[in-house]
Structure formats: structure tokens, C-alpha cells
């Protein structure tokens, strides 16, 4: 079975720092691309952060040298690690698989077909 499963979310201070985990069953994560998304109240999903199976990274402008994302083989575990967190990070953060053709943007949330249950990012100013 299929599974993803986010932890590390919280509440912090801006400037603050949060690591984020995703756990991984039923496939391989370092194989696939995966891929963390955000989603604030009133606001469309938006992509944060992404590694494809080849280790290539891509973020979105508003994390770029803030975040960084990363695959452990060994533990089957994506992770995202948040520095310098603004006000403006406050969401709730999902991973996501593609474990299907990588043909599309990595922002393209609509093929992407494995989604954590989430976990919420809080950070107060």
C-alpha cells in the first residue's frame, strides 16, 4: 500500500527553523519525483520545493536559499528543511509522489498522485 506521511510541522518565530519529514511506503522515493507543496487559507496550492529520481533540485522563488529539500535512500524519507521562516511561510505543507512519467512541470500539482495527509507550518512575526 501506498503511503505518505508528513511530520515536523509546528509553530515558530520568524527566523526560526523547522524540518519537515515524509515518510514513504510502497515505493522507492529516491526513484521518483517528489515534492513538497504548501496551501495557506484563501490561497491555491503552490509548489515550495522538488527532487527528481536524478537528485535534480527546484524551488519555488519565495524559498530559494531558505529551503532545501532532500531524499534519503536509506530511511525512504523526503525532507525540507526551512530556515529564515517568515510570516509568509504559514501553510500546511504536503509531500507528494509522481510515481508515473516525469513529463510535466514539477509545479503541475495535478500529476502528482500520492499526497500526505499534511502538516501545518505556523510562524508568527
Known amino acids: 500500500q501506498v503511503q505518505l506521511v508528513e511530520s515536523g510541522g509546528g509553530s515558530v518565530q520568524a527566523g526560526g527553523s523547522l524540518r519537515l519529514s515524509c515518510a514513504a511506503s510502497?515505493?522507492?522515493?529516491?526513484?521518483?519525483?517528489m515534492a513538497w507543496f504548501r496551501q495557506a487559507p484563501g490561497k491555491e496550492n503552490e509548489g515550495v520545493a522538488s527532487?527528481?529520481?536524478?537528485?535534480?533540485?527546484t524551488y519555488a522563488d519565495s524559498v530559494k536559499g531558505r529551503f532545501t529539500i532532500s531524499n534519503d535512500a536509506a530511511k525512504n524519507t523526503l525532507y525540507l528543511q526551512m530556515t529564515s521562516l517568515k510570516p509568509e511561510d504559514s501553510a500546511m505543507y504536503y509531500c507528494?509522489?509522481?510515481?508515473?512519467?516525469?513529463?510535466?512541470?514539477?509545479?503541475?500539482?495535478?500529476?502528482?498522485?500520492?499526497w500526505g495527509q499534511g502538516t501545518q507550518v505556523t510562524v508568527s512575526s
Open positions: 507528494a509522489a509522481r510515481s508515473w512519467a516525469d513529463l510535466w512541470s514539477w509545479r503541475d500539482s495535478s500529476r502528482y498522485n500520492n
Open positions: 510502497g515505493y522507492a522515493t529516491s526513484r521518483i519525483r
Open positions: 527532487i527528481a529520481a536524478d537528485g535534480t533540485t
